[in-house]
Each structure stands twice: as C-alpha cells, then as structure tokens.
C-alpha cells in the first residue's frame, strides 16, 4: 500500500486519503435525469405555467453558483491572489465553458417560451385586446424596443457566447502554461483578465435584468444587478470552500492546508457577507428615498406576510449569522469550523434566491380582466416543483463540475507559492 508521512506523524495509506471530489459525479448524474424525467411529465400533464416558474427558480440558483465561480476565476488570474491558489481549479471547473454551455441548455425551456413567466413577452398584455377587454400597459409599451422576444433572445446567446468564448480562453492559456511553463502566459491572463472582468460585470449585469428584473418589468433598480452579482460571488465562494474544508486532511490540500489560508478563506466569506448586505440596503434606502410606486412594489410583494418572513430569514441567515460567526479567529483557523459557516451560507442563499425569484413569478398569464399579473404566494404545492426543479438542475451541474475537476490537478502545478509559504512557516 502506497504511504505517506502527514503533519501529525501518522502513516496512512495515500490511496485513502487523496480527495476524490469526482466521485459526486454519477449521482449528480442520476439525479438530474431522473429529476428531468419527471419535470417533463409534470410540464406537459397541465402544470406548464407551475413547472415554468419552479424551473426559473432552480436555473437561476445554479446559474448564480455557475457565474460567481466564473468571475471568480477571472478576478483572480487578473489579481493573481496567493488564497486563490488553493480554490482556482475548483472555480474552473464550476465556472468552465462546460458549465457555462449546461446552463444555456438547460436554460431552453425559458428562452423557447418566455410567455410562460415574462408579461412583456405576452403582445395582448402589452399593446391591448378589445375583444378581450384588456386596455395594454402603457409602461410596457415604452419599454417595447427593448423588452421584445427577439431582441431579448439575441441577447442572450450574445451573453452565453461570450462567458464560454473568455472561459475557454482562460482555461486553454492555463492547461498551456502547465504544458511547457511559460511565464508569460500568466502575465498576459492577467492583462486580458482585467478586461474579460470588466465585460463579465457589463454582461452579467444586463443578464440578470434581462432574465430576472423583467419578470417585473414595471420596476427597476441602479443597485440589483450589482446585488446579485455579490449574492453570486459569496455562493460559489462558499460552495468551493466547503468543498475544499472537507478534504482538508486529503492530498493535495494537506501541502498547502494552513491557519493563515483558512483565515484568507474565512475573510473572503466574510468580506462578500458584508458587500451583500451593503448592496441590499443601499438598493432599500434608495427605493425608499425616491418613494414612486413603480419602485416601491419590489419591497411591497415581499412585505406580505409569509414573504415577509422568508425575508427575515434572509436577513438573520446571510447577513447576522455570518457576520457575528467569522468575527472569530478560531473559526477561521480550522476548516471544520469554516466548513460549518460555508455550508450555512450556502443553504441560505438559496433561501436568498427564492425570495428574489419567487414572488416574480406568475401564476397566470390568462388575465382579460385582472387589474395586475397574479403572483406566486411564498409556501404552497409549488414548493414541491421548486425543489425537483433544483435537485434536477443541480444534479447536472454537479455531474458537470465532478467531470471537470477529474480532468486536471486540484493545485494548478505552475504556482507554488502556498507550498513554499507552508514549509518556511515557524
């Protein structure tokens, strides 16, 4: 059996102990097909509008794992960061082209069908029916040359082209420097790195108006896409730390596991906690200070009562928790510690995600006479097709992301610099 000697002095078989994360891989697999298998049966036995909404939910969750791993990657070839060492493979494989290319696939039932969730899709509901009795709305109507079916499907694979053509880019300069060790191009991924951050902010951000902020689309705000943007950074972010606490006393990570890479960790946690919270207030007070009702009515549905708590949640689960937790030096200064606070910020994005999709949704398109587009209660029957609709999504993208990390080392091999910083330490 094949040995080696851990910090501790204990010989321990190294076949036992070496990470093997891929091995999530064939259940991420079975679960989204099967998940898939049921959400179509759902979807075409009369439950299309439901299982439309239910599918927004779960893309949108994954997406916003899937792009805060892919910004990640890129801020971090630009600033080149020692902590990112560590995490980077992990970013590149939730963050990849592949991942990226999962999402535009899975994204299709939406893009094929925006009248199921977006009231500007719907021309009856923007331009008006007589027969019908339904006057227009003509908010929607000015919005028309930009929020039209078309123009908003060109759009998208414009954004989905780019994100795959810079991952693609970032990954083959990375798989070549690994090749044959040329300096230079870390150098130039830092270079183009800064320029393909700025383009991701630009584009991320029209994304999320586009496939989210429309869904009501008589309100907008300076401050949501930047919003979500933080939201996704500090839910990939957790999601790689927990994935690499967990494997702490597992090669590769024990070369490099140390307090001061598990306190960068911890600060990074805890910095996107306080930017989260930053953003969500500023986007509240400058709601609330403008004071139109256009505006208002983003705060107004999720002020309803069970909405209202879900809000709470949010509140007390991202933001107090958090913050109060990696306060402590001790939490950060062991990964079974970190790891806990990780996976909590986790579970309560998703909260956080449904609460920003959820109330959006419609449960009904088939409003002649309706004053507005009836929108989805917090807990209800529905909650069962939301939570297939993530199991299934995420399951592919968990098959995904195990196959990529297979595909190369989970250290990059041409950045020593944690190693050489762990066996100098006193």
């Given at each position: ?73 890129v801020l971090c070839h630009t600033i080149r960061p020692t902590w990112a060492v560590s995490l980077l493979r992990l970013f590149e494989a939730g963050g990849g082209p592949s991942s990226i290319l999962l999402m535009a696939i899975l994204f299709l ?161 805890f910095m996107f906690t306080m930017l989260w919270a930053y953003t969500a207030i500023s986007q509240f007070l400058i709601i609330w200070n403008g004071n139109l009702p256009e505006n208002t009515q983003y705060f107004a549905t999720r002020a309803r009562?069970?909405?209202n708590a879900v809000g709470m949640i949010t509140i007390v689960g991202q933001f107090l928790v958090p913050w109060m937790t990696l306060l402590s030096p001790r939490v950060k200064r062991y990964p079974q510690y970190l790891r806990q606070i990780a ?84």
């Amino acid at each position: 059996m094949n040995t080696t000697l851990m910090n501790d002095g204990l010989v321990i078989g190294a076949g036992e102990r070496t990470a093997r994360i891929d091995k999530a891989g064939p259940l991420g697999l079975l679960v989204g097909v099967i998940g898939a298998v049921i959400s179509i049966a759902m979807w075409v036995s009369g439950n299309g509008t439901t299982m439309a909404g239910s599918w927004m939910f779960g893309w949108y969750f994954w997406l916003t794992i899937t792009m805060g791993m892919f910004g990640l990657s890129v801020l971090c070839h630009t600033i080149r960061p020692t902590w990112a060492v560590s995490l980077l493979r992990l970013f590149e494989a939730g963050g990849g082209p592949s991942s990226i290319l999962l999402m535009a696939i899975l994204f299709l039932p939406i893009y094929l069908l925006p009248q199921t969730l977006y009231e500007w899709a719907v021309p009856a509901l923007v331009n008006g029916n007589p027969a019908l009795g339904i006057k227009g709305d003509h908010a929607l109507f000015l919005k028309e040359r930009y929020l039209n079916v078309p123009f908003w499907m060109i759009r998208g694979a414009v954004f989905f082209a780019i994100w795959i053509a810079l991952s693609t880019f970032m990954r083959n300069s990375v798989r070549r420097q690994e090749a044959n060790g040329d300096k230079k191009l870390e150098l130039g991924r830092s270079s183009w790195g800064a320029v393909g951050f700025v383009i991701f902010m630009l584009t991320y951000t029209f994304a999320i108006i586009d496939w989210l902020m429309s869904m009501e689309a008589h309100w907008s705000s300076t401050m949501f896409g930047l919003w979500q943007i933080i939201a996704s950074g500090l839910g990939a972010s957790s999601f790689v730390i927990v994935v690499a606490c967990l494997n702490a006393k597992k090669e590769p990570y024990t070369e490099i596991m140390s307090p001061n890479l598990t306190k960068d960790w911890g600060n990074i946690l805890f910095m996107f906690t306080m930017l989260w919270a930053y953003t969500a207030i500023s986007q509240f007070l400058i709601i609330w200070n403008g004071n139109l009702p256009e505006n208002t009515q983003y705060f107004a549905t999720r002020a309803r009562l069970m909405w209202n708590a879900v809000g709470m949640i949010t509140i007390v689960g991202q933001f107090l928790v958090p913050w109060m937790t990696l306060l402590s030096p001790r939490v950060k200064r062991y990964p079974q510690y970190l790891r806990q606070i990780a996976g909590w910020i986790f579970v309560i994005h998703i909260v956080d995600v449904y609460l920003a999709v959820g109330p959006a949704i419609p449960t009904s398109m088939a409003v002649a006479h309706a004053e507005e587009i009836p929108r989805r209660a917090a807990f209800g029957p529905q909650l069962i097709f939301d939570a297939l609709a993530w199991l299934t999504v995420g399951g592919f993208w968990l098959f995904i992301f195990a196959n990529n990390v297979k595909k190369a080392p989970l250290l990059v091999n041409y950045d020593h610099r944690l190693q050489e910083a762990k066996a100098h330490a006193h």
